[in-house]
């Protein structure tokens, strides 16, 4: 069983924040080798003997490397039939959509949106137009009462 305890680092030593740095980039580096490794079929125990040497790591460090590699390749074989689903609904909602746009079923989204853009622009012109054409019978009229009175 391992035993993990949470530290904070108070000094304000640069040097303490760099080796810390150092040892984070060293164990990600130890990660994604043994990941690489493990995809190539390469046995886990194997893995732990040759991280040490590689990346000067203690045999805990190489462990937690290892099993954080299994750990993310196991999760990725879980998820892949649920995105393999996901594609396949994908690609079947698109292939129905290209079908009813080839068969005339429906319109582009945008194309039915600008017809009802100008219908919009041609019912406000219409109705501007009459306002015009009113106001200038109204002036015609007022102009001949104002004549003829």
Same mark, same amino acid.
């Given at each position: 069983?391992? &035993?993990?305890?949470?530290?904070?680092?108070?000094?304000? #030593? $640069?040097?303490?924040?760099?080796? !810390?740095? =150092?040892?984070?980039?060293? +164990?990600?580096? $130890?990660?994604?080798?043994? +990941?690489?490794?493990?995809?190539?079929?390469?046995?886990?125990?194997?893995?732990?003997?040759? !991280?040490?040497?590689? +990346?000067? !790591?203690? %045999?805990? +460090? $190489?462990? #937690?490397?290892?099993?954080?590699?299994?750990?993310?390749?196991?999760?990725?074989?879980?998820?892949?039939?649920?995105?393999?689903?996901?594609?396949?609904?994908?690609?079947?909602? &698109?292939? %129905?959509?290209?079908? #009813?746009?080839?068969?005339?079923?429906?319109?582009?989204?945008?194309?039915?949106?600008?017809?009802?853009?100008? =219908?919009?622009?041609?019912?406000?012109?219409?109705?501007?137009?009459?306002?015009?054409?009113?106001?200038?019978?109204?002036?015609?009229?007022?102009?001949?009462?104002?004549? =003829?009175?």
């Amino acid at each position: 069983m391992k &035993t993990v305890r949470m530290m904070k680092i108070v000094s304000h #030593d $640069a040097s303490h924040l760099r080796s !810390l740095d =150092e040892l984070m980039r060293v +164990f990600c580096s $130890a990660k994604r080798y043994a +990941f690489n490794r493990l995809l190539e079929g390469r046995n886990a125990k194997d893995i732990i003997k040759h !991280l040490p040497r590689q +990346f000067r !790591l203690n %045999k805990r +460090f $190489a462990e #937690d490397a290892v099993l954080l590699a299994q750990s993310l390749i196991s999760s990725q074989r879980e998820l892949l039939p649920m995105r393999l689903e996901d594609v396949q609904a994908k690609i079947e909602k &698109t292939e %129905k959509k290209i079908d #009813d746009y080839q068969r005339g079923k429906k319109q582009r989204q945008y194309i039915a949106m600008m017809l009802h853009k100008i =219908e919009n622009f041609k019912q406000e012109h219409e109705w501007s137009l009459w306002n015009i054409l009113h106001k200038c019978c109204w002036l015609n009229q007022y102009q001949i009462q104002l004549k =003829e009175g």
